[in-house]
Each structure stands twice: as structure tokens, then as C-alpha cells.
């Protein structure tokens, strides 16, 4: 039984405040060769046994990518000296674990996302009878964010027409679905809302959630995720970051997110057990944002191997990758994960 009574209401994107103040230094850093790269690496105790191999990684990874991933083998300090028996391998094993578990991210917030379309045009156009629900800025609060995202449908409808034609009929290639609209009808000159959804990105479909106007259609999409409206918009928007994150190819496993997913308090919502399953210090990690997708995966994909793959991928890692995701260290222990796990 759920023993804590937090909900992070602040969950989603916070207001913009102003800018901070730039730094005073000049950047006078020059660049440097592979082998020079190599060398500072080594100059700083990290033991590499194969330095073509290495400078072969650092071509094709780049430096400054691969760079933060050795910070967890460090002393600390301005000298960015290792610890003594750091190997290059380690840095590597690191990097690779990281784009693991993005691709097994991704996997989880594409199956959210489409869920997401799915249950947004199925409430809108069947509950108001009309495929074009969108266009009416009555169902919307703000009526500047409706006129970017007509905007946004309109453009995506010009550009599919401006570019070259999708591919003959044939047996094995068929246009997509808006250029068969588009080419087809004539009005209304903007898609349905099942096609319209689908121009929407992770951020734009976000936005466009957010901003409906009635509490009632919030709460019916939101219900066919199995969630509460705030808890949905919460996620959805860790979601976003989480998404573009993995998009971009950037460092996921202990980056800091700036947006975190609110703890549901409801119990029809799938959560985690145990009195200390998510101590404090790890609601600021990405260990709930990947307990909030299995939650989702529970109501929309409840068949999925994605706890399983998760459990397989964080097994083979040790205590330090935990921590810097603030997993505990007998997570799998808890009813939520374990019931996908035997």
C-alpha cells in the first residue's frame, strides 16, 4: 500500500525567468588532434591499452561527447585527474549503457506519444461530432497558442505540396496519408483530426493538450491513458524533455532534466509500494520518469517486455549507474516491477 502522500503539482515546465548573466571569460581553448586527445587522456591516469583503438572512438564518438561520461571515473577536482585503475573501457562500457537505455526510452515515450494522439482526436471527434474539431478555437483556452498550431497544420500542408511527390501506387509503396488528402479533397483545406495528430511532435502534441479549454475533455483523454488530467500533463511534459534528449543523442542516465513527473497519489494509478521505493533524493533523477512509462505501459501496452528489457539492461550495471539514476539497489523488489519480472 502507497505510504507517502506527495504530489509534485509543479511537475510540468515552470515559467521562463529571466535570463541569467553571461560569464566574464574569454574562451581561448584551442583545438586538438586525435593524438593530442589521446594524450590528455592519458596525462590524466586514465589507463588506455590501445591508443589507435582509442583515437579510432574518439574520431567517430568525438571527444566532448564521450568526455562527460569519463567525469564518474575522476577524483574530482579542477585537474580532472582519474582514479587509479580507470581504463578506457570503462568510459566506453559507460557510453554504450547510456545509448542503450535511450533506445529502450524512446521505445517506451513513442508508445505514450501514439497513445497520447490516439486518445485526443478518438474523445474530441467523437464526443463533438466533427473530424475538424480542431479548427474551432472554442475548445481551446488560449486562443494564440490555437492560431500557432493552425498555423503549425496549415505549413506542414504546404510544404507536403510544395515537395516532390510521394511515390506512384504500386504494391508496395502508397502516399502518405496527408498527401492522399490534400490531393484528394479540396475542403476542408486542413485534415482531419486523425491525420492532424499525426504532423503533432511530442512537444506540439504537449502544447495542444494542454491548452484545451474544458476540464471534462482533459480528464476523458487523459482517463483512456488511465491517469488523472494533472498527472498527464505533468508526465507529458517530462516526457518532452526526456524525448528530445534521446533524440539529440545526448547523455540521459544522470542529466539533469529540469522537469520531473509528478508522484500520483491516486491508487488507480500504478505506482511503486514500498515505504522507501523513491527516496527524496531520487524524485530529481530519472529513476520515476521511467517507473511513470511502465505505469503508462500498464494501461496502454499491458503485454509489454519493456520492464523485463529494463531489468536486463540495468542488471548488468553496477551500483554506481543506479545511483546516478537514483534507482535503489533492490528495486526490482518491488511489487510494481516484479510482477513484470517473474
Not at 523513491?278 to 511502465?294: A, D, G, I, W
Amino acid at each position: 500500500m502507497r505510504t507517502w502522500g506527495i504530489f509534485l503539482a509543479r511537475g510540468g515546465a515552470s515559467l521562463p525567468g529571466p535570463p541569467r548573466a553571461r560569464g566574464e571569460l574569454t574562451y581561448e581553448k584551442p583545438p586538438l588532434t586525435l593524438d593530442e586527445l589521446v594524450a590528455r587522456l592519458a596525462g590524466r591516469g586514465l589507463r588506455i591499452p590501445e591508443p589507435d583503438r582509442a583515437r579510432r572512438y574518439l574520431q567517430h564518438i568525438g571527444y566532448y561527447r564521450l568526455s562527460p561520461y569519463t567525469i564518474p571515473f575522476q577524483q574530482g577536482g579542477p585537474g580532472h585527474e582519474f582514479r587509479e585503475g580507470a581504463v578506457f573501457d570503462d568510459v566506453l562500457n559507460l557510453y554504450v549503457f547510456d545509448r542503450a537505455l535511450r533506445l529502450l526510452v524512446m521505445d517506451a515515450v513513442e508508445r505514450v506519444e501514439v497513445a497520447v494522439r490516439a486518445a485526443l482526436t478518438d474523445h474530441m471527434s467523437t464526443t463533438y461530432m466533427d473530424p475538424h474539431w480542431y479548427v474551432d478555437a472554442g475548445h481551446f483556452r488560449d486562443r494564440h497558442r490555437h492560431d500557432r498550431l493552425l498555423k503549425m497544420v496549415r505549413d506542414t500542408c504546404d510544404d507536403r505540396l510544395r515537395g516532390t511527390p510521394d511515390a506512384d501506387v504500386d504494391t508496395l509503396v502508397h502516399k502518405s496519408a496527408l498527401e492522399h488528402y490534400l490531393t484528394t479533397y479540396g475542403s476542408p483545406d486542413l485534415p482531419p483530426s486523425w491525420l492532424m495528430v499525426e504532423t503533432l511532435t511530442i512537444g506540439q502534441l504537449n502544447t495542444a493538450y494542454r491548452n484545451l479549454g474544458r476540464r471534462a475533455d482533459k480528464s476523458a483523454v487523459a482517463r483512456r491513458i488511465g491517469l488523472p488530467a494533472t498527472v498527464l500533463e505533468s508526465w507529458l511534459s517530462t516526457y518532452v524533455r526526456v524525448r528530445n534528449i534521446c533524440a539529440h543523442h545526448g547523455r540521459l542516465w544522470n542529466v539533469g532534466l529540469g522537469v520531473y513527473p509528478a508522484i500520483p497519489t491516486s491508487p488507480r494509478v500504478a505506482w511503486l509500494q514500498g515505504a522507501d521505493a523513491l527516496p527524496e533524493r531520487s524524485t530529481k533523477r530519472l529513476y520515476p520518469v521511467l517507473v511513470s512509462l511502465q505505469a503508462v505501459l500498464d494501461s496502454v501496452s499491458p503485454r509489454s517486455s519493456w520492464a523485463r528489457r529494463l531489468h536486463g539492461l540495468l542488471s548488468t550495471r553496477p551500483e554506481m549507474n543506479l545511483a546516478g539514476m537514483g534507482i535503489p539497489e533492490d528495486w526490482a523488489q518491488d511489487p510494481f516491477w516484479s510482477r513484470h519480472l517473474s
